[in-house]
């Protein structure tokens, strides 16, 4: 158990909708991260906080994504108008002082109808 | 980011050795050198890693060659809990953004 918490384990809505994701990390972890896994390929980086600070955004974080991270602490990813293409697993690490090692929770996974 | 090459698969029996393969020819002088391993259904789990000397810890070993340009984890014994993908890594000391750039991984199967 990493400690990293993501909510919810699974979603399903219908293509347009809004969804919304959330991941606490452990309180050490000053950096967290968002990936997107979808099936047969490695997870692929969409955005970075350092705090409550986004620091760098993928190119696949297109204009219907926005991730904030209030306060430092837990974050929230949102979509909207969900297409069937943003089916996949999403991910949220969490990582603290050196060596930076990455705490990953279990994911979300997310399937668009 | 630098690339690395693993066979996409590799087979074991259990309480063997296994030897998982990873060339990184174009490794800088700081990149580390990462292994991540999703297990069925989880998130990526940390295994270990090295910049330039052999590495070991409770999970595993890494071997690193003297010119870095591949690199070798060791499972000492396998268990059916260690089947999973693993990833090899090479994250850059440089910047803030310690990003983790996955590749398709090696699926390691264990026979009982």
């Known amino acids: 158990d990493t400690g990293v918490s993501q909510d919810p384990r699974h979603k399903i809505t219908k293509r347009g909708q809004n969804v919304t994701f959330r991941c606490d990390p452990i309180?050490?972890?000053?950096?967290l991260y968002w990936y997107r896994q979808t099936l047969g390929q490695g997870p692929e980086f969409l955005t970075y906080?350092?705090?409550?600070?986004?620091?760098?955004k993928s190119r696949l974080l297109s204009d219907r994504f926005s991730a904030e991270r209030p306060k430092g602490s837990f974050s929230t990813l949102e979509i909207q108008r969900t297409e069937q293409g943003d089916s996949a697993m999403y991910l949220c690490?969490?990582?603290?002082?050196?060596?930076?090692?990455?705490?990953f929770g279990p994911g979300t996974r997310l399937t668009v109808l | 980011d630098a690339k690395t090459t693993q066979p996409n698969s590799m087979e074991s029996n259990e309480e063997e050795p296994v030897h998982l393969p990873c060339n990184h020819s174009?490794?800088?002088?700081?990149?580390?050198i990462h292994w991540y391993r999703q297990l069925p259904s989880q998130g990526p789990e940390y295994v270990i890693h090295?910049?330039?000397s052999n590495v070991n810890n409770r999970m595993a070993s890494l071997a690193i060659a003297e010119d870095r340009k591949s690199s070798t984890l060791i499972l000492h014994r396998a268990t059916l809990r260690d089947a999973a993908v693993y990833y090899c890594?090479?994250?850059?000391?440089?910047?803030?953004?310690?990003?983790?750039?996955f590749g398709k991984g090696t699926l390691l199967t264990v026979n009982p």
């Open positions: 309180s050490e972890h000053n950096r």
């Open positions: 174009t490794i800088s002088g700081t990149d580390y």
């Open positions: 690490a969490g990582a603290g002082g050196p060596p930076d090692t990455q705490y």
């Open positions: 890594i090479l994250r850059s000391s440089g910047g803030s953004n310690y990003k983790l750039t």
């Open positions: 090295g910049l330039t």
């Open positions: 906080f350092q705090n409550e600070a986004q620091l760098e």
